[in-house]
């Protein structure tokens, strides 16, 4: 399967929304931290090309990851200096909508159609794939962390390192 991820934020009370990033062939943890608060299945038209679209209340995300983030450099998996950057990247392009009361938006677009995919039987959905990642993420940070940990004992600091970027858009 081979499929994009769009993440954007909707502040309560506008019509716009806000592309804060976009990535190829996988969904990074940072994405999967920001979809943390009460992720579920959206109703909101974007458009024809969306295979799913899951929403999330925006601050238990930013707080999720910025939690993330420190703990990351309390264990020593990053530098102070990378820490620095991917917390002030993140700043940047989250600040604008923290305590908004907006929600935060994961589409999700495909290039082959769901009854196409050998791993999504023809009843089950992609979002609910999707929502079933985020909560098994979610409640087993332990694991997430571990794997963090055998990267950097590896000496793949650069595996490391993709694994933790988030490639905002502003």
């Keep these: 399967m081979s499929f994009s991820s769009v993440l954007f934020v909707k502040a309560k009370g506008s019509a716009d929304t806000y592309s ?23 109703q909101m038209s974007v458009d024809a090309t969306s295979s799913a679209l899951i929403e999330a209340d925006f601050d238990t995300g930013y707080n999720k990851l ?6 990351c450099l309390d264990m020593q998996l990053i530098e102070k200096d990378n ?8 700043h940047r392009a989250l600040d604008p909508f923290y ?19 050998d ?20 409640n087993d940070m332990h694991s997430v962390f ?3 940990r055998e990267l950097k004992r590896a000496g793949q600091e650069s595996e490391l390192a993709q694994a933790l970027n988030c490639p905002w858009s502003n």
């Design 20 to 42: 804060l990033s976009e990535y190829g062939f996988e969904i990074p943890i940072s994405y999967l931290l920001l979809l943390s608060g009460n992720a579920r299945p959206s």
């Design 99 to 117: 305590e908004q009361k907006a929600k935060i938006y994961l589409q999700l677009l495909t290039n082959v159609e769901l009854t196409d995919l």
């Design 146 to 148: 571990e794997q963090l």
């Design 83 to 90: 820490y620095e950057r991917l917390s002030n990247d993140a």
């Design 119 to 138: 791993d999504v039987d023809e009843d089950d959905d992609f979002g609910a794939m999707i929502l079933s990642e985020i909560e098994n993420t979610l």
């Design 66 to 71: 910025f939690w993330f983030l420190q703990s």
